[in-house]
Each structure stands twice: as C-alpha cells, then as structure tokens.
C-alpha cells in the first residue's frame, strides 16, 4: 500500500450526484462503496464532507444573510452529509465514528484528536464534522487541519475532474492535465486546488494533496495501491 492513513476530502455537492439538491441515495451507494474497498485492505481512513448540497455560507451571506450565522448553518450541513455516509457505511459493515467540531452530543462525539487515532487504530472510518468549528474558514481548510492532526499521509480530494488543469477543462476543450505539480508551480500559475488559507497550510506542513474523480469506480482503491491518478500536488 503506498499511504497507510489518508484523509478524504468530499465535497457536499457531490453527494447531489443527479439531483439539484440534497443528497442522491445511489451516490452515497456508491461511495460508500469505494470506501469499504479501501478499508477493507487495511488502510486508515478519515473523512471531511462539505455542506454545499445543503447549504453555503458564503451563498447566505451574498443574500444579506449575517456570514457566521450563514456559516454555522453550513457547519450543521456538513455534520448531515456526515449522519448520511456514517448510515451508508454502517450499512456495508464498515465500522464509523463522526465527530464534530461543534457540540452536538446526541448524535456526534466532540472532536478529540487522542480519540480519533484510536478509532483509526482499531479499523474504524472517522467522519469529521461541523468543519474547523470556527466560521470564516472552509471544509477545504477542516479537512488540511484535521489530516495534520491525525497525521495522515495525504489529503485525497475527491472532485468530478480527474486531476489539475491548465484550466477548467468542462470550459477549456484545449485545458492540458498535470500528472504531478509542485506547490510553488500552483502558486505561481494560479491554479485552483483549495482555497488560500488551506493550500498554505498544507504546503506549510509538506502536505500531498492528490486531486482525482472519485466519481470513476476505483480510483480511490487505485491510489492507495499506488497507481498514477489524478494530479500529485507535492513540494
């Protein structure tokens, strides 16, 4: 196996998969099913899922919407995306614990990084919730902050693009792919991986990031095995 630990970054608007909103039950399927394959092999997993399928802060606040309320209201999003995949894994017999940023006893343990490893130890899929706690910063941000907590040895962002471009490829048909990319040539090029703050952070603490489909069967199972897919970010 080429990562022992990894932290896999969903995006809300992913689990919409055909539908406008909300979540689409035939996604979460199949999700939850390339996640147990890669659990099933032995490998430590955590996740962070983002809230956009159900609501963005940032969309509250171009309304008028005060911004921390619209962002607490994203945070609780994100901790329903993550009751959802938590149900769907539980129904493959994968064994889950979600953990939130923000209090939420009744359905959720507060996050405690000791705890966390210890439930990755034993085989379990952690699922972060409730993103960094804080408003003003994204599940982007949550999912770099959590995968340096736990120690995890890379970030896997699951999008509907198979990797970096030079531009948006559902926009650009002449957009070419990078196998790999430095952080610096991110930078400079001005590339859209993760937002500022969470890209930082991640170089900062020499952080890999791998950018794939994670709607392409396999794929996930692919790159623990140590295939080429997707786009390599690396120093």
Do not use: C, W
């Not at 809300?12 to 998969?17: C, T």
């Not at 006893?105 to 130890?121: D, K």
Request: no cysteine; proline share 2%; hydrophobic share 40%.
């Amino acid at each position: 196996m080429r990562y022992k630990r990894i932290l896999l970054k969903l995006s809300g608007e992913a689990l919409m998969g055909e539908k406008q909103y909300g979540i689409d039950p035939k996604r979460l399927d199949e999700y939850a099913e390339e996640i147990k394959k890669v659990v099933d092999k032995g490998i430590e997993v955590a996740i962070v899922i983002g809230g956009g399928n159900i609501f963005r802060g940032l969309s509250g606040a171009a309304t008028g919407m005060d911004r921390v309320q619209g962002d607490h209201m994203g945070m609780l999003a994100t901790v329903i995306n993550g009751l959802a995949l938590q149900s769907a894994l539980e129904m493959k017999d994968v064994q889950t614990r979600l953990q939130s940023a923000i209090k939420i006893n009744e359905v959720a343990e507060p996050f405690i990084r000791r705890r966390a490893m210890r439930h990755l130890e034993k085989g379990r899929v952690v699922i972060f919730g409730g993103g960094t706690g804080n408003p003003y910063f994204t599940t982007d941000s949550a999912a770099v902050l959590r995968a340096i907590e736990i120690e995890a040895d890379v970030i896997l962002k699951g999008t509907r693009v198979d990797g970096i471009y030079t531009s948006d490829p559902e926009k650009d048909k002449n957009a070419t792919k990078f196998e790999t990319i430095s952080f610096k040539d991110v930078l400079q090029k001005g590339l859209k991986v993760m937002d500022t703050t969470a890209f930082t952070l991640s170089q900062e603490n020499e952080l890999p990031i791998v950018v794939f489909d994670m709607n392409k069967k396999g794929n996930l199972l692919k790159i623990v095995d140590g295939e080429a897919v997707g786009t390599t970010v690396n120093m």
